[in-house]
């Protein structure tokens, strides 16, 4: 099994799906091959430290969070070697070549990405925003060879499969209003370890998300006080989308963007999902009418 978390920022794949993937983990073992590839620089989120210290600061925070979480950790390149710039990412062919090929040289299972806002009043980071309609863009590509041969030269001539992934939004902290969700996963026994991995991130929450407002964070002093914040940001997303428990859940929805899963699979392949605060009949009716059954 091969899982890929593709996000705008460093820090952001803490939020929305660490959990699972850690769970994932501890139910396959040496079996999963779980990466997580960051789409822009890190440069431009800070308010005292300078651009450079800053996108250094970030990618140590990130690697130190993939050493506790077992993942590959990707800083995603362009085809010239540079990283895209953080708070301007814009949908390039660039962009989208390099997605592509992060995407095709991986080849997962399911890929995990921001979701496509679904109405003009919900809030947006720009960042996320370009990341999930990049993907979406780029999604029928990964099975055609040829998509973005400019960028990376191939034998022409020479051509194999590429695995279309599954692929899954995740939920946005950022899209205020418009957030919905197909599945949940029950996360509470990965709780310590999203603590450990988010905690890796000291540039952000004692530092800028404190500082940049929006998030409801007073700079945490310790691990266990982070742990307090973390459980309430839980809490308030679980009253949010109507899931009526105290315990940590993760949620996805399913997109139509790459291979169309069965009920059945998501419910083998995804650790401790909750089918009864999943959207079960809702989602199968919508998956058969895609599989056009």
Not at 104 to 111: C, G, M
Not at 136 to 151: K, S
Not at 203 to 222: A, F, K, M
Request: aromatic share 10%; with cysteine; net charge negative.
């Amino acid at each position: 099994m091969k899982i890929l978390c593709l996000h705008a920022h460093f820090d952001d794949f803490e939020f929305v799906a660490a959990g699972t993937f850690e769970l994932w983990r501890r139910k396959l073992g040496r079996d999963l091959r779980a990466r997580v590839i960051v789409c822009t620089d890190g440069r431009g989120g800070h308010h005292f430290r300078t651009r450079e210290e800053t996108g250094r600061m970030r990618l140590l925070e990130q690697e130190a969070s993939a050493r506790i979480g077992g993942y590959e950790f990707e800083a995603l390149r362009l085809p010239d070697g540079s990283m895209p710039r953080e708070a301007c990412l814009q949908i390039t062919p660039p962009l989208l070549a390099a997605l592509w090929k992060a995407i095709r040289d991986f080849e997962p299972d399911y890929l995990f990405c921001p979701p496509v806002p679904s109405g003009p009043l919900a809030g947006i980071h720009v960042d996320h925003v370009a990341v999930a309609q990049a993907v979406r863009q780029v999604a029928y590509m990964i099975n055609v060879p040829h998509a973005f041969t400019p960028e990376y030269p191939a034998d022409e001539t020479r051509s194999t499969p590429c695995k279309v992934p599954v692929i899954l939004n995740v939920y946005d902290g950022y899209m205020f209003g418009a957030n919905s969700y197909d599945l949940a996963v029950d996360v509470e026994a990965a709780f310590a370890s999203i603590c450990e991995m988010s905690w890796c991130h000291q540039s952000q929450i004692t530092e800028w998300l404190p500082w940049v407002g929006r998030h409801n964070l007073q700079p945490p002093r310790s691990p266990a006080d982070w742990a307090k914040t973390l459980r309430q940001r839980f809490d308030r997303k679980n009253r949010e989308l109507g899931i009526r428990s105290t315990r940590a859940f993760e949620v996805f929805s399913v997109t139509a963007w790459g291979e169309i899963p069965r009920w059945e699979q998501l419910a083998a392949d995804l650790p401790a999902m909750a089918p009864e605060h999943s959207n079960r009949d809702q989602l199968e009716r919508r998956l058969t009418a895609w599989r056009g059954e």
